[in-house]
């Protein structure tokens, strides 16, 4: 049972570069997210997808792009990396309200 | 914007104690409340979550909710230095589409 699988673990990238973190669950799940954490600053929302074919702004969307692929799959693009997207992002999934999500590891991305 | 708070800590208590765990969430129509423990370099993993005002007890820990106050609290009774983390309060909004996560409080049970 893998759960959530986030690829790749580990990224470096040049400011202006573009790249797209991988997020697949296992679990039938409906909703997906994803969050960055920096910090002494929790988790803030990225965007989230509450089922297959829709996607919303959370907290910090800005220089971000999602796709929900089909209903395993929630991806996230970034278009023009920036020194403060360096981060570890998290992808995440949900069977429904007042259930908890499942994380995936994890990608630590850094921006340079 | 929705907020959800805690004390960054580190929060230290001997082997064998309780530790106290605080949050205070701005929005009154949150219904739901969640506890998360996130070990260093690892994800975010389930303690236990509530809704309902009182206290729900799960093993060693108890989830406190008041809804009037706005603070929801964890308990750990016993604690073992394996309980050393950062424990993570989450508030899910109304809709019951997103999780607002505070800070996290950083734990630390010496021996």
């Known amino acids: 049972n893998a759960g959530v699988t986030q690829t790749p673990k580990f990224q470096v990238l040049k400011t202006g570069q573009s790249m797209t973190l991988q997020c697949a669950q296992d679990?039938?799940?409906?909703?997906m997210y994803w969050y960055r954490q920096d910090p002494g600053m929790g988790l803030r929302l990225i965007y989230y997808?509450?089922?297959?074919?829709?996607?919303d702004k959370g907290e910090v969307p800005n220089g971000y792009n999602v796709s929900r692929l089909n209903k395993r799959e929630f991806s996230l693009r970034l278009e023009s990396a920036a020194p403060s997207q360096t981060s570890v992002y998290f992808c995440?999934?949900?069977?429904?309200?007042?259930?908890?999500?499942?994380f995936g590891s994890g990608t630590r991305l850094t921006v340079v | 914007q929705k907020e959800v708070e805690q004390n960054s800590g580190p929060l230290s208590v001997p082997e064998g104690a309780i530790a106290s765990l605080n949050c205070t969430y701005s929005d009154r129509g949150s219904q739901s409340f969640f506890w998360y423990r996130q070990y260093s370099g690892k994800s975010p993993e389930l303690i236990m979550f509530?809704?309902?005002?009182g206290d729900k007890e799960d093993g060693r820990f108890t989830a406190q909710l008041n809804k009037a106050s706005q603070y929801v609290s964890l308990l750990i009774r016993d604690s073992q230095p394996s309980d050393s983390a950062t424990y993570l309060c989450a508030v899910l909004d109304n809709a019951g589409n997103m999780l607002t996560f505070g800070g996290g409080t950083r734990l630390m049970v010496k021996p």
């Open positions: 997808s509450a089922s297959e074919g829709t996607t």
């Open positions: 995440a999934s949900v069977e429904g309200p007042n259930y908890g999500y499942t």
């Open positions: 509530i809704y309902s005002n």
């Open positions: 679990m039938n799940h409906n909703s």
